[in-house]
C-alpha cells in the first residue's frame, strides 16, 4: 500500500495528544462560531479512513470528522463545494485542512432513515423507495454539471485526478504494484484487456460530456433530506472523473437495497432518472452506452479509493478490507452492470 511513512489511523484516533489537539481545535472553533459546547465529546465511529465525534452544543449538535489514510482532501473538497453548491451539499462550519479536520453541522435524516421509519411494510418501502432514488439521483446529475467548470480546481486542492484521459495510466500502475494483490493470472488477465480498456477511455474522453465529481459511494446513507431538496456529504471517496462514474455503485446499492437483480426495470429506472439530466448531450442509446463504459471503467478506480482508505492501515485493517483493492480491479474481468 502506499503511504508507509504514515502512522496507523486506528492508532492515531487513540493517541492522547491528537485527540487533546482534535478537541482543542474543536472548542476554539465552537467558541470563534458561538456555540459554546455544553457536553462531553462523544466518539460515533473510528475506522481507518475516518473518525466522526458527536459534539453537544446549546445550538445542537455538531460533529468533529477527521479523515484517514490518503482521504485528507476530502475537508478542502467539502469546504470549496460549500461555496459552489450552497444548499446543496453539507458544508463545514471549520476546516482544518493541513490535518483533513472539518467542524460540521447536523444534516438531519438520512434519506434511509427516513424511507425506514415511514414503513415497516416491504413492499411499499421498495415502491417509495426506488422512486426517491430517481429523485436524489436527478439532483446529483444536476450537481455534477453544475461543478464541471471547477473540475481543475477540484484537482488542485487534491482530489484524486481520474479523468479518462488519465485514468488508463492510473490503472497500468495500479496493476504492475505488488501491493495491489493481485495474482499472477489475475495480473495477465488484465493486461490482456489494456488495448480495449484504452479505447474505452478515449470513447469517454472525446463523449463531449465534460468531467466532474464522482462521489464514488452515492447512496441513501450519504443524503440528507432538506426541505429544500437532497444535501449530499460525505466526500471521502471521491475523484473528478466522468461524471457517469457515479452509477457504478449507485445502481449496486439500489439493487441491494431492494433486492432486486441489476437490470430489474426499477434499477433501469434509476439509471434513466440521472441521465436524462444530460439528455442535451446525446441521444438515451448513446448516453446508456456511455454509462455502461463509464461504469466498467470506474472499477479500478474504485479499487484507488479503496487504495487510498488503506494508506498506512495497520495489519488487522489491511486483512478485513484488503481485498476490497484487488477485488474491484478483478471485476474488469466480469460483464458490466449496465
Request: a negative charge; charged letters at 25%.
Amino acid at each position: 500500500m502506499s503511504g508507509a511513512t504514515t502512522v496507523a489511523n486506528m492508532a492515531r484516533w487513540e493517541d492522547p495528544a491528537w485527540r487533546t489537539a482534535a478537541a482543542s481545535w474543536i472548542d476554539e472553533q465552537a467558541e470563534r462560531l458561538g456555540l459554546g459546547r455544553i457536553g462531553e465529546i462523544e466518539q460515533a465511529h473510528a475506522r481507518q479512513w475516518s473518525l466522526m465525534w458527536r459534539i453537544p452544543t446549546a445550538d445542537g449538535l455538531v460533529w468533529f470528522k477527521a479523515n484517514g489514510g490518503d482521504t485528507r482532501y476530502e475537508a478542502p473538497l467539502a469546504e470549496a463545494l460549500g461555496r459552489w453548491a450552497p444548499g446543496r451539499v453539507l458544508a463545514p462550519l471549520a476546516v482544518q485542512a493541513e490535518r483533513g479536520w472539518q467542524l460540521l453541522p447536523d444534516g438531519g435524516s438520512t434519506l434511509r432513515d427516513d424511507v425506514a421509519r415511514e414503513s415497516s411494510q416491504r413492499s411499499a418501502r421498495k415502491l417509495r423507495g426506488t422512486r426517491q432514488w430517481e429523485a436524489f439521483v436527478a439532483e446529483y446529475a444536476q450537481l455534477q454539471r453544475d461543478l464541471m467548470p471547477h473540475a481543475d480546481e477540484m484537482v488542485a486542492l487534491g482530489t484524486p485526478d481520474h479523468r479518462p484521459a488519465t485514468l488508463a495510466g492510473l490503472v497500468a500502475e495500479l496493476v504492475d504494484d505488488p501491493a495491489t494483490g493481485l495474482s499472477p493470472e489475475s495480473r495477465a488477465r488484465v493486461r490482456a484487456l489494456w488495448p480495449e480498456y484504452g479505447q474505452w477511455c478515449a470513447r469517454l474522453a472525446d463523449s463531449g460530456i465534460p468531467s466532474s465529481l464522482n462521489h464514488d459511494d452515492l447512496h441513501d446513507a450519504n443524503v440528507f433530506v432538506g426541505p429544500d431538496g437532497f444535501v449530499f456529504f460525505d466526500w471521502g471517496d471521491s475523484a473528478v472523473c466522468h461524471p457517469f462514474t457515479t452509477l457504478l455503485v449507485t445502481l449496486r446499492v439500489v439493487a441491494y437495497r431492494f433486492e432486486l437483480p441489476a437490470d430489474d426495470p426499477s434499477v433501469l429506472r434509476v439509471r434513466d432518472a440521472y441521465l436524462e439530466v444530460f439528455d442535451d448531450l446525446g441521444d438515451v442509446a448513446q448516453l446508456r452506452e456511455l454509462a455502461r463504459l463509464a461504469t466498467w471503467t470506474g472499477k479500478p478506480a474504485r479499487a484507488m479509493s479503496w487504495r487510498r482508505a488503506l494508506a498506512g492501515a495497520s495489519e488487522a485493517d489491511l486483512a478485513e478490507h484488503g481485498d476490497a483493492v484487488y477485488g474491484w480491479v478483478e471485476e474488469l474481468l466480469e460483464p458490466g452492470p449496465l
